[in-house]
Antibody, heavy 119, light 106 residues
Framework: EVQLVESGGGLVQPGGSLRLSCAAS????????MNWVRQAPGKGLEWVSY????????YYADSVKGRFTISRDNAKNSLYLQMNSLRAEDTAVYYC????????????WGRGTLVTVSS | DIQMTQSPSTLSASVGDRVTITCRAS??????LAWYQQKPGKAPKLLIY???SLESGVPSRFSGSGSGTEFTLTISSLQPDDFATYYC????????FGQGTKVEIK
C-alpha cells in the first residue's frame, strides 16, 4: 500500500526539541521530493519545509528558518524534521507530504503527528 | 511571498446545490494551483492540480478553472460526502495555501 506514516510528536516545553519521522512505503521514495506541512489547532495549512529527492536542495518557511532542519534517508525510506527552540506557536499537527515528481503539488499525505509546545 | 485569499470563508449549501469557491493570488501564478479537500481529523486530499486537471479517482462533479490570479473550484451537484473544508495552494514559489473554505450543511 502506498502510504506515509508520521511519528515522533508529543508534548514538549518551550525551548525544547523534538524530532519527527515519516516512514514511506509502497513507492520509490528516493524518486520523490518531500515536504512538511503543519496545521495549528482549528487553523489552516502552512507549508514548513521542502527537500529534494537527493537531499541536496532544501527550503524552509521564514517562521521556522534557523530552528528546524529537514533531512531524509533514502536507504531507510524515511523523512525527518528536527525541531529546536520550539515555541507555543509551533503547536500543530505536522504532516509529511509527497511532491508529485517535483511539480509542486502534494499528491500523497500522511495522517499527521501532533506536536504540543506548552509548559 | 505570494498570498492566497479564498472566498467565502464559510459556505452553507444543500445536497444537489452547485457550489463555487474562489481563490485569488497576490501576483500571477500562471496555472500553478491545486485544490485540496480536508475532513475533520483527516489529512488533506488532492482534488485538482494545474488549476483544472482532475486528480485520478476524484469524482467528475469537481472542476477547477482560472489562470493568472483568479481561480475557482466548482462542485456541480453537492453530495453528502462533500461537506468539508477546501484549500487552494499555489506552487509557483514557494508554497502557500489559502485560509480555507468550510462547506457546511444549510
Amino acid at each position: 500500500e502506498v502510504q506515509l506514516v508520521e511519528s515522533g510528536g508529543g508534548l514538549v516545553q518551550p525551548g525544547g526539541s523534538l524530532r519527527l519521522s515519516c516512514a514511506a512505503s509502497g513507492f520509490t521514495f528516493s524518486s520523490y521530493e518531500m515536504n512538511w506541512v503543519r496545521q495549528a489547532p482549528g487553523k489552516g495549512l502552512e507549508w514548513v519545509s521542502y527537500i529534494s529527492s537527493s537531499g541536496s536542495t532544501i527550503y524552509y518557511a521564514d517562521s521556522v528558518k534557523g530552528r528546524f532542519t529537514i533531512s531524509r534517508d533514502n536507504a531507510k525510506n524515511s523523512l525527518y524534521l528536527q525541531m529546536n527552540s520550539l515555541r507555543a506557536e509551533d503547536t500543530a499537527v505536522y504532516y509529511c507530504a509527497r511532491d508529485n515528481y517535483g511539480v509542486g503539488y502534494f499528491d500523497l499525505w500522511g495522517r499527521g503527528t501532533l506536536v504540543t509546545v506548552s509548559s | 511571498d505570494i498570498q492566497m485569499t479564498q472566498s467565502p470563508s464559510t459556505l452553507s449549501a444543500s445536497v444537489g446545490d452547485r457550489v463555487t469557491i474562489t481563490c485569488r493570488a497576490s501576483q500571477s501564478i500562471s496555472s500553478w494551483l491545486a485544490w485540496y479537500q480536508q475532513k475533520p481529523g483527516k489529512a488533506p486530499k488532492l482534488l485538482i492540480y494545474k488549476a483544472s486537471s482532475l486528480e485520478s479517482g476524484v469524482p467528475s462533479r469537481f472542476s477547477g478553472s482560472g489562470s493568472g490570479t483568479e481561480f475557482t473550484l466548482t462542485i456541480s451537484s453537492l453530495q453528502p460526502d462533500d461537506f468539508a473544508t477546501y484549500y487552494c495552494q499555489q506552487y509557483n514559489s514557494p508554497w502557500t495555501f489559502g485560509q480555507g473554505t468550510k462547506v457546511e450543511i444549510k
